[in-house]
Every structure is written in C-alpha cells, then in structure tokens.
C-alpha cells in the first residue's frame, strides 16, 4: 500500500454530485493540486452521450473517469469504454456511489480501475422492453462478450457481467473482481493498494506455473538457488487456491502447461527460461538467480561488468552443452559438396 493524495479529493467530488440528473451530466473538473484531469460522468446513459464523451476527450492524454450512474444505453457505454481504453484513461467509482449496469462496462474499460470496499458497481445482462416487459437481448450481450473480450477478460468474468437478469444485479466487490482476473486499484481513504501488492488469481497461476519451470526444465540452465525459489513457489499455489478452491484453481493453471509446452518448441528451453526469469524478476519475486558464474564484486573487465549488468546473459550452463538442431537433410547436402580426402589426408590433416 502507498499513500496518495488524490484518492481523498475525488471522494469528496463523488460525493457532492448530489441527486442523479434526467441525463448524463458529463464535464470535464480541475481541481488545486491534481496533475490530471478529472472528467465526471453522472445520471443516465443516453442517446449520444458516447459522442460527447469523445468531445470532452480530445486532447487529452490521460484523465481519470469518476462514474456515478444507475446505466443506460448498452451501445453509448461500449463507446464511452473504448474512448476511455483507447485514450489511456483511468477510472474510479469512489466509496458508497453507485455505477449499475452500463456504468459497469465504462468501469471496467479503464486502463486503471479505481474502487473501494463499498463501491457500488452491479452488472446484468442487457436487455430490451417489450410490451411492457424486460426482455434479454442477445445480441446487446454479445456485443458486450466481444468488448470485455477485446479488453482482455476471460470467459469467467464476461458470464459474471451478463449473468443476473434485468431486475436484479451481481455486485462486484474487490475480491471478488481478483477471483475474475480483473485488476483494481483498492481504495482506502487517502490509501491505494495496487494490484501488484493484491495480484488476482491469474497472476498467481501464471507466476505458479512460471516457478514450475524456473525449478525444472531452467535448472540446468541458470542453476537456481531452489532454497529461495521454493517458497516463492508453494506461496503462490497457497495463494491461489485460496481465492478460488481447488477445483477452479486447477482449472486455471493446467492450461499453462500447454502453452509453456507450445513455447517450448518455438523458441526452445534456453530462451524461453531467460525471458521467464525476467519475468518473474520483473515482478519482483524471487528467482534464486543471483548473478553470472563469477562474482560481480570482482567484476574488472568491460566483459565481466556488461555480463553483471545483463541478466539475460546469466546463463552458467557450459557451451559445449547447448547442441545446435541441423536439419539431417541439410547435412546430406553437405557432406556430398564437401571434396572427398582419403584416410591418409584425414590422418595429415588431424595432426
């Protein structure tokens, strides 16, 4: 967690909105002391509103979206979201305000998600009033399921977004939004916990399946110190099935296995076990790899300081055992060009 002041003084905007309007209010706010521009979306979602959005928007490189709406329009909401994705913008649905339905979907768009403990962001399916009657509309929820999966949602969340039928609605809390795989931002006051220090469930598969392999098929290769990896390890399988039992749990990783398998025979085992200690690196988690052969404190040469400097050259498996992949066709050809020497010239030639 890390203290910000922003959050605080968007809470308290949030909160001064006062009663929803007949129509989406939507301005852009300055405020003393924020770097970033604010633009505040309240009330219904109507007719085109997406086209304002997208006014109000030009220009600016980044802004945060404070949402507070009851929903509206399936097809000025999917705008709004990709003008928002688009754009880079972050978005917030501040403590104890409401953002139902198509309000949601804006939500979600957000490069950053900004949220609370007692945010208010329900989602249903769409739907469509016939006679009288709430009606759900496919095609409006396959449109959405096409949007959530262009921003990146696996199939788990998209059910949970158009699951609940037009009168009722599934909230979203941030537990539950990491079980999904959908990163937030948390909320607290004047405090943010990001999601790198409240992964969701998908990073701790990744990360999981990403040990598995530092500690196999890598171990030649980097010679990790498996004492430091190991806890790492079990840490984030631990982690995991907590949040989503067993059975989702493996249901999440096993598929890993394939892609490792797939990446494994397109760029091969020394390769792809660099780019996931970088990987793992990068997040800050403990590989067991802690420099190259040789000690960097002693490190004298231009050679010996560019190695310490590179991780991606921290490989300590010895040349001789990296075996080249000639394709036995190609030798063929080889061999039948190459000038015949007798055993006498071969013998001369050795000495």
Request: hydrophobic share 40%; charged share 20%.
């Amino acid at each position: 967690m890390f203290a910000t002041k922003w959050p605080g003084l968007l809470v308290g905007m949030a909160m001064c909105c006062g009663t929803v309007a007949q129509a989406a209010e939507i301005e852009k706010i300055n405020l003393p002391g924020i770097e970033v521009p604010l633009i505040s979306l309240r009330g219904p979602i109507e007719q085109g509103d997406g086209e304002k959005f997208s006014k109000l928007a030009e220009g600016l490189n980044r802004a945060s979206v404070i949402l507070k709406s009851p929903g509206g329009l399936v097809k000025e909401a999917l705008q709004i979201g990709a003008t928002i994705r688009m754009s880079g913008f972050s978005t917030m649905v501040a403590a104890d305000q409401e953002c139902f339905s198509a309000c949601g979907l804006i939500w979600v768009s957000g490069v950053r998600r900004y949220m609370s403990d007692t945010s208010l962001i329900g989602f249903h399916a769409a739907y469509r009033e016939e006679n009288g009657e709430y009606r759900e509309s496919g095609v409006a929820n396959a449109e959405i399921g096409s949007y959530l999966t262009h921003l990146g949602l696996r199939i788990e969340a998209i059910r949970y977004f158009t699951t609940a039928g037009p009168s009722g609605f599934l909230l979203l809390t941030p537990d539950r939004a990491r079980m999904l795989g959908i990163e937030t931002y948390k909320v607290d006051g004047g405090n943010v916990t990001t999601p790198s220090a409240n992964p969701t469930v998908d990073v701790y598969a990744d990360r999981f399946v990403s040990l598995s392999l530092l500690q196999s098929r890598c171990a030649p290769f980097l010679q990790p110190d498996l004492a430091k990896v190991k806890p790492a390890h079990e840490a984030a399988f631990a982690e995991g099935n907590k949040l989503v039992g067993a059975d989702k749990w493996i249901d999440l990783w096993t598929p890993l296995l394939d892609e490792v398998k797939s990446e494994l025979n397109k760029k091969g085992a020394l390769l792809l076990c660099i780019e996931t200690e970088a990987h793992l690196r990068g997040q800050g988690q403990e590989t067991g790899v802690d420099g190259p052969s040789f000690s960097c404190a002693a490190a004298a040469t231009p050679t010996e300081l560019s190695l310490c400097r590179q991780p991606e050259l921290w490989s300590k498996r010895p040349r001789h055992e990296l075996h080249l992949h000639v394709d036995p066709e190609q030798c063929g050809k080889i061999r039948s060009q190459a000038p015949s020497r007798s055993a006498a010239q071969l013998a001369q030639g050795s000495q």
